[in-house]
């Protein structure tokens, strides 16, 4: 094949084929570029060439992906696209500034630069706040490219000259467009005429029953698709699947492909950044998993106050001297934050506190206001922090939706409590499922705590005694704003951990999440901080709902 | 305007696939697909899907049926028909997944990607590229350089298998 070349060709293509072009258009049509179709869909009365612009606009609208071209052809005719980015670069950057270029005079020529083409792109969108994009496009108009703007202000003045038409002569536009209707028609029916061979010929071997290798179907896979596909695989693959092909490489690497590969994963933190404690004399590090540059971005971070770090690393959750630390995502910000509860001293009179470090700004801040219940039987006010053991180590903690979850004990009660990371001091209290009441004695210890499951909210109990008795119960909170969405879809007799490990008595469980809908449990010893590994439990998507 | 609509009961589509063969099937049915349910709301009754390919359409007009009539009781049947529905080649996942792209199924579209995200993510580069159909462009060195540099994910043994 002649890469190459082929530019051009199909460049002009995209302005001349004028039948081929709706339908190129709408195969084009990913979810997030629905609402422009609405919008252009019309405008495609208004004439093929703006149609033939606005395709190569909405490319570019819907962004990033570096290699523009790889937008702008996207085509119907299958070609294959990937070879060709991959030949030469630096051509195709030429050609790309170049066409730039040209649309943005072509652009000028039709729109202005004035003002008064910006405002009234900043009305449409203001207009149509309702669709997702328009708001995000309205704040960001300052840092959109010039061409991008120009677009936008295209499409309100073709929006205008469309509601002008409507309101002078409604029948009059109706005709008009009927009439244009009934060309569009005639002349898909000729371009079908022209096309159908060509697919019906491409199409055969398919039909029969095997792809044809010739056929090539990675390659008139839209990149969007592509990157919906490469978004949901967790990190190792994705740098694996680098070396697939240059082309691949691009889009894994690309900015807003880990945007939405951060989107996707937003639920599972654990794939998103790792917290760890280096060593002794180390430092506190945040090293973040999902841009893709496992280790080329690390963090470090100071330490808390009141903080001795030990020789201890673990993923996400961990207790470095004793003490948790909890890492969750802002969407809101943006930004990471670590949550650190403290349980305050009896001896100094210190109450129990939190300390929160936004790693954008890397400082630790201070807070005293855990939210507090009145006690009906003492009228003590006392604060509803998470339990601490007497290491000042709390059960484990949970980040989603947006917020710390911790349960809460107070007055002898154990309640669900939840602290937005984006707006500090806001704390909720909510429901738990009821849980088994146990007695700590000599004999049975229990724990219980509180973790993320395939994107849901989890609390679990751990009961047992020293003859290795008891159980282990998990609860999942199905809807998470609907408190009576609370589920047990677990119960497991814990000698059936304790089996495989002898002798080892059931110590300490805890939950973690994991994106394969497993559970993971834990399996230690407190006491001699021994370490019995972690347990997989696998909970079949079915069986997973099907427990309600 | 909307009032003709909601009299009418059963309304009926054709769906013309891109080997201009004709599908009726039940409007209900058919605005589980945003593409469609836009045009039925600019009151098109025909819809040509020149993107859509005969062998597609049949499969994904029968999930739409199966999922238009999901009701609690028949829970389990649909998740069966799932996971039928999904078992199959690479190649006709990649069909699907540009239909149902098309078609603006959202449930469809993120159960197709999930299944081929699923599918390829212990599978080697080289199996990879045979399943995409995608000629490796980089030279022996470059590759090399790419492997070096992100050696934690090449540790361990790989699925070179293509289905």
């Known amino acids: ?548 | 305007m909307a009032s003709t609509t909601e009299t009418k009961q059963k309304k009926m589509l054709i769906l013309k696939s891109a080997d201009n063969d004709e599908f009726e099937i039940e409007e209900s049915v058919g605005v589980q697909s945003e593409t469609i349910k836009n045009l039925v709301e600019d009151g098109f009754t025909f819809v040509p899907l020149p993107n859509v390919y005969t062998k597609a359409l049949i499969k994904i007009i029968d999930y739409l049926k199966k999922h238009a009539n999901k009701t609690d009781s028949n829970d389990e049947e649909i998740k069966t028909f799932d996971k039928d529905f999904v078992n199959t080649t690479f190649d006709d996942l990649f069909e699907l997944v540009s239909a149902a792209n098309y078609l603006h199924i959202s449930c469809l579209m993120n159960m197709l990607c999930q299944t081929i995200a699923d599918r390829i993510k212990d599978k080697s580069p080289e199996a990879v590229r045979k399943i995409f159909h995608i000629n490796c462009d980089y030279t022996p060195e470059e590759e090399a350089k790419i492997r070096k540099a992100n050696a934690q994910a090449f540790e361990g043994q790989f699925d070179e298998s293509l289905d």
């Open chain 1, 1 to 548: 094949m002649e890469p190459l070349s082929l530019k051009p060709r199909e460049k002009e293509e995209l302005f001349r084929d004028g039948e081929g072009m709706d339908r190129d258009f709408e195969g084009d049509g990913g979810s997030s570029k629905e609402d422009l179709e609405i919008n252009l869909d019309n405008q495609i009365r208004e004439g093929y060439l703006f149609l033939s612009v606005m395709r190569v606009c909405v490319c570019l609208i819907m962004e990033v992906p570096k290699p523009v071209w790889e937008c702008v052809v996207t085509p119907s005719n299958k070609t294959n696209h990937i070879d060709i980015v991959g030949q030469n670069n630096t051509a195709i950057d030429d050609d790309v500034s170049v066409e730039t270029n040209l649309l943005d005079s072509f652009l000028e020529t039709f729109v202005g630069r004035d003002a008064a083409a910006s405002a009234k792109a900043l009305v449409l969108l203001e207009a149509n706040s309702g669709i997702e994009v328009c708001p995000t496009l309205f704040k960001k108009w300052k840092q959109l490219r010039p061409l991008t703007q120009k677009f936008i202000a295209l499409i309100a003045e073709l929006k205008k000259t469309n509601e002008h038409l409507t309101i002078n002569g409604l029948n009059r536009a109706e005709k008009e467009v009927k009439v244009l209707d009934e060309e569009n028609d005639a002349s898909e029916e000729s371009s079908d005429t022209l096309i159908r061979p060509y697919k019906k010929k491409k199409h055969t071997p398919v039909s029969g029953g095997k792809a044809s290798s010739t056929k090539a179907v990675g390659i008139d896979f839209q990149e969007e698709i592509l990157r919906d596909i490469l978004s949901r695989l967790p990190v190792l693959p994705l740098l694996r699947f680098k070396c697939v092909s240059k082309f691949w490489k691009t889009l894994i690497s690309d900015p807003y492909f880990n945007m939405k590969h951060q989107r996707h994963h937003e639920n599972d933190l654990n794939s998103q950044k790792l917290l760890v404690a280096l060593d002794m004399d180390s430092f506190f590090s945040s090293s973040s998993l999902s841009t893709v540059q496992l280790v080329d971005d690390v963090q470090n971070l100071d330490y808390p106050s009141n903080f001795e770090p030990v020789d201890s690393c673990s993923i996400y959750e961990f207790a470095p001297g004793n003490t948790t630390f909890i890492l969750g995502y802002d969407a809101t910000s943006g930004d990471y934050k670590i949550f650190k509860p403290d349980r305050g001293s009896d001896d100094i009179d210190l109450p129990p506190s939190y300390e929160i470090l936004a790693l954008k700004s890397g400082s630790w801040r201070k807070i005293r206001n855990y939210p507090t219940r009145v006690c009906p039987r003492t009228g003590y006010t006392l604060e509803i922090c998470p339990k601490f053991d007497e290491d000042n180590n709390t059960e484990p903690l949970a980040f989603l939706h947006g917020a710390f979850h911790w349960l809460g004990f107070s007055h002898r009660q154990y309640s669900m409590v939840s602290f937005s990371s984006s707006s500090d001091n806001v704390f909720r209290e909510t429901s738990i499922p009821e849980l088994p009441k146990y007695r700590t004695n000599n004999t049975w210890k229990f724990f219980y705590g509180v973790s993320v499951l395939v994107g849901m909210l989890c609390v679990y109990s751990t009961h047992y005694n020293l003859q290795m008795e008891g159980n282990f119960k998990l609860w999942v909170k199905k809807d998470y704003s609907v408190e009576e969405s609370w589920t047990e879809i677990l119960l497991y007799k814990t000698s059936i951990f304790v089996q495989s490990y002898q002798n080892i008595d059931l110590q300490m469980v805890n939950c973690y999440s994991a994106a394969d809908r497993m559970v993971v449990l834990y399996l230690g010893h407190p006491e001699d901080h021994l370490d019995y590994g972690l347990k997989l439990i696998s909970i079949k998507t079915g069986s997973f709902i099907q427990k309600a």
